[in-house]
């Protein structure tokens, strides 16, 4: 799995840990497993960017019976978007994770990193529309609003 940016790198839309299916193969998702709340798609209009964005859907579990729950700190998520020159957190809050949190996220690494296996992968190519884009710019205002702190 590669990132075409290498400015922003990878949006996290939604990150979860330690899951256990329940007998009718559900996933609950308690409060301390919800990592990344989830954050819908909301690309940019087609006439804006030339191409659909692509959203990957990833399950994974340890490499390893005895690897145990997996832990992951804002730290760790930090981490991930050094590299990325627009990915920087500024104000972060550990309490919000705005778009900008969000930004420079490496599925690769953070699988790697935590030594998981990748069950299951599928996507999505969602195209933008002018609803899209206005989900956009409210994710990018906010963004600005806790990260620069306008209010």
């Known amino acids: 799995m590669q990132t075409n940016?290498?400015?922003?790198?990878?949006?996290?839309?939604w990150l979860a840990i330690n899951l256990t299916p329940?007998?009718?193969g559900t996933l609950p998702v308690s409060p301390e497993?919800?990592?990344s709340p989830y954050v819908g798609p909301a690309p940019l209009p087609n006439y804006l960017y030339d191409r659909p964005h692509r959203y990957v859907f990833i399950l994974a579990r340890p490499?390893?019976?005895s690897a145990g729950?997996?832990?992951v700190s804002a730290e760790e998520l930090r981490e991930l978007q050094r590299p990325y020159a627009l990915a920087v957190s500024g104000k972060?809050?550990?309490?919000v994770q705005d778009l900008k949190d969000r930004w420079g996220f490496n599925a690769r690494r953070f699988?790697?990193?935590k030594g998981l296996r990748v069950e299951a992968v599928t996507?999505?190519?969602?195209g933008g529309t002018a609803r899209s884009a206005v989900a956009n710019v409210g994710l990018m205002a906010q963004a600005a609003v806790d990260k620069v702190g306008f209010f």
């Not at 940016?5 to 839309?13: E, L, N, P």
């Not at 972060?92 to 309490?95: M, R």
């Not at 996507?123 to 969602?126: D, T």
């Open 63 to 65: 490499a390893t019976e």
């Open 33 to 35: 497993s919800n990592i």
């Open 92 to 95: 972060q809050k550990e309490e």
């Open 123 to 126: 996507f999505m190519r969602v």
């Open 69 to 71: 729950q997996v832990s």
């Open 22 to 24: 329940t007998p009718d």
């Open 111 to 113: 699988l790697e990193g």
């Open 5 to 13: 940016d290498t400015a922003f790198g990878q949006v996290r839309h």
